[in-house]
């Protein structure tokens, strides 16, 4: 069948609208099948039940926190949320403060766990053990690759941060440094029975903060069973000042027994990360420099002095955050000056990282539990389907109305609003895969309401079309000058409907982002069909002798739309339009 | 149907018109009413603030199978716990309870959740707890002033682009402020709740109603430029044409966007109670009546009112009325179907230049204008350049 040489430009339009249906489905179709994407929306909590909690930083003293703050705070709930073992939360910033979703209700002793004071702090390594399994007895024998990989792996591993402590020559009168060691522990021995050698009977009273006298059994009990494979049970650890501590390196495998808090994280009054300064400028190693306030100083110069003379791994302190030890450099000197530096194998955004670790831990910060929301999951469920319910009744209102008012050019408005609905369903999913976007209740009102916004396209163009017709034009003339003149004030109005939401997105609390984001989604939708399908469909359409004649059903028959009898139809011809309406008829009949 | 497409092409036609922008006292004196029963709401009642503003924990009983005398023995549940002063108790939808409190700690919302439970022999799972501080709401408010004077400034700006005349975004903004006074005062006159979905909702509405004004200004806009060129209509009556055009538009789209907000809301209040879905839409019921109210009675007749202030304006209604004289029409109506042939979108700009051009030079005894051409004598041939130089 030959193409009307009229439709061959919207038919064109219409392919790239299948093209990127067809795309989006594809796309959603793929990532779901091998990726990790869901066939449906993400739902935010208020639908799926859940817990969400709101918290409010704060720095001890008053201080007011600033983003940056703001920003770590998040880092270490993330890390908590991570700890506590709640698969699929969330946490986000809302403003200054936190927000927390969990799904299901979680206990307690989770909420108090992530709520718990911050605090950094400094203690003298006792123990260092490897934590790569104890090898299986009958595979030591066998020469074969995992049977030695595995004793071997702790010691290569540490290796490639810790450095020659000679290449680390500071700038005169910067103290000499420390290395960022975490060198691996004295004997890479495969058990970590074996480490603590010295095992002090447990009546003796230590007398410094590095005698092994701390070390107990129980405490060397814990370290042997402590995994630090699994954050459930670093979450556990109990960090208390004046007690030793079993805890783990974050980034080696390597765990410990800590001496008891000897600096604190407050009396660090600045950390900053740069190349360190040999004689001939930068060499291209990084360093983190540490400042100390004055009590920070001299207990930090009683540690380093105390420690440096002794044996690995006793010469390294450990410095804990939020129980886990961030970095154990090993003390070089005894450090007096009130300043020092970590040297090592550090990128610079490894040594960025610490030194706002250092930084910003250096601020004991606690939690103030603002709001705790919880919803049940069929409470959430009814929400959902109830939602649900009322826009499908709201859509068949829509599409009777549009019926009513518009005849067969009201299927038109329909066919447009189940693009315009697909659309939107296969973004939604791809923005929740892509995004995390979360479908909410606010979000899913957002949606329904925008039926009416989007159908208001149709509703504006259709008219522009008519009062065409009502001037005397053909319709397929009628339909391009209305388009023009629709066109633009489609445009400026969905312009200032999409500012509205942007500025809402930009500038509004979490639960309004969900609702702005879909009124945005839709608004970009709405011009895409309308530019895309109703346009060309109508087009199409202004070509078929049912419409282009102007049946009586087509919505568009300029006898009822009042057509002027008489137009001048170019060319010193007329068209009487009643006439012509009159002859259409009566052929029919 | 029959009826309305008609009514639609009387307006269009002009032989129906409703005189929007010549009885803007009627509707002014309509607005200053709402606009004072607002303001009486909003001070003399006070707007009902929610939980969230207010700091305190809410629970959620559902599945409750016995509703004899639920408010008092909630009370004695929370009573245990609390002085119980200030203990709200509400029923939603068909079994839930709704018990609002002063801020509960943890430990003792756990214990309420328990009492709760006992009392009306109900699962804990079935009850769910909320507590809310009250700077949480404020900070919402916050970032909504935040967002509305952000969202002005920005609209203003891109009206004044779009239109070309500040004057255009100061009736726009002047019908959004209408509207949202009136939509807040009637929250307050009717007790509603405010809660942060309402003020979400609220926002929305300066967006619909923004849209709404937008659409009718850009036919205004149409008309307007083509009564500037042929000078036949006054800019109130071109903009009063124009309302008329859009307002089976107007009806057309209010309803559309109307149909879903009322299914949300009476499917909300029958099935959910109070909750985000319902506290949305029954703001934006609210305010897209308003708001299709003010775009027609209030937006465009404060624009005419601006516009007939300018010599230019002032000038094009002289020539309007001496065009209408001569017409021998009654200058009240509009003059129908001759001058709507003309007004599409491709020809405005022709007609412009060529109209403008003899508004001081030449016209009639009438005082119409007269086309250039008759000014400029017999219309000059194309000349062929003599063969030699072809």
Redesign the interface.
Known sequence: MAINPHNRGPLRTLSVLVLLIVGLCGLLGAVSTWGTAQKTPKLGL?LQGGTQL?L?PKVVGNTPINPGQVQKAVDIIRARVDGSGVSEAEVST??N?IVISLPG?PD?AT?ASLQKPSQLSMRAVLVAASTAPTPVPTSTGKPTAPATGKPTAPATAPSVKSTGTATTAPKSGFPPALTAATTPPPTPTPTTAATPTATPTTAAKPKSASDLAWVTPELEKALATLNCADPKSIEKLVDDPTKPMVTCDNEFPVKYILGPTEVLGSEISNATSGQVQGQNGPTGKNEVRLDFNGPGTKSFCDVTSRIVSLPRPRNQFGIVLDNQVISAPVAQASLCAGTASITGNFTPASAKILADQLKFGALPMSFA????????P??GG??LS??L???A???L??VA??L??YRALGLVTVSSLIIAGLLTYGLVTMFGWSQGFRL???G??GL??S???V??SF??YF?RV???V???RALRAAVE?GW??AR??IL??D???F???L??Y????S??RG?AFT?MLTTIIDIVVVFLFTHPLLSILANTKFFGEGHKWSGLDPK???A?TT?YAGRGRVTIAAQRAAAAEGNQS | ??S???F???L??GKRSIDFVGRQKTWYTVSLILLVLAAIGLFGRGLNIGLEFRGGSEF?V?SVTNFNSFEARSKAAVGTLSTGSDVVVTKIGTDTVRVQTEKFQ??Q??KVMAALAREFNVSE??I??????A??GA??TQ??I??LI??LV??SL??AT?FRTWKMSMAALIALAHDLVITIGIYALAGFEVT??S??GF??I???S??DT??VF??VR?NTMAAEGNGRLSYSQAANQAVN??L??SI??S??????????L???SW??GP???LD??LA?FVG?SVGTYSSIFIATPVLADLREREPAMQELKKRATRYQAAQGRKTSTVPS?SD??DT???NDSDLLETARVPSGAGSTAAGRPVHPYVQTGPRNQPKRPPKSKR
Not at chain 2, 128 to 133: C, M, Q, S
Not at chain 2, 255 to 264: F, G, N
């Open positions: 208020d709101i409010e809302q403003g403060n209700t307690k909420i539990l603002q709001t705790q929301d919880s919803i049940s069929t409470l009814d929400q109830r939602g319910l009322a826009g009744i709201g859509l209102l829509v109305y549009s009513f008012q909410t209740m606010a899913v009102t329904i309401v039926i009416g916004i159908a208001d509703i504006l008219e008519r009062d065409e009502r001037d005397g000058t023009t003149r633009r004030t400026i109005s312009a200032v409907n500012l509205a939401a500025v809402l930009a500038l509004a609390a639960n309004v609702f009124l009822r739309l009042g002027r137009t | 149907m029959r309305f497409a008609d639609g092409n009387d269009y036609t959620r559902s943890n430990s919302t756990e799972n079935k769910t707890a909320n507590t809310v501080g700077s949480w900070s919402v970032k909504a935040t967002a952000w969202f920005l609209v891109v009206l779009y942060p979905a003020v979400i926002l929305t300066l967006g619909y923004l849209y937008v659409v850009d036919k149409e055009q859009t089976v538009r057309n789209t309803v559309v966007a109307l149909l879903p907000v009322a299914s949300i009476v499917i909300g099935l959910l909750g985000t879905l949305l839409s934006l897209i179907d709507s042939a599409n979108g491709t």
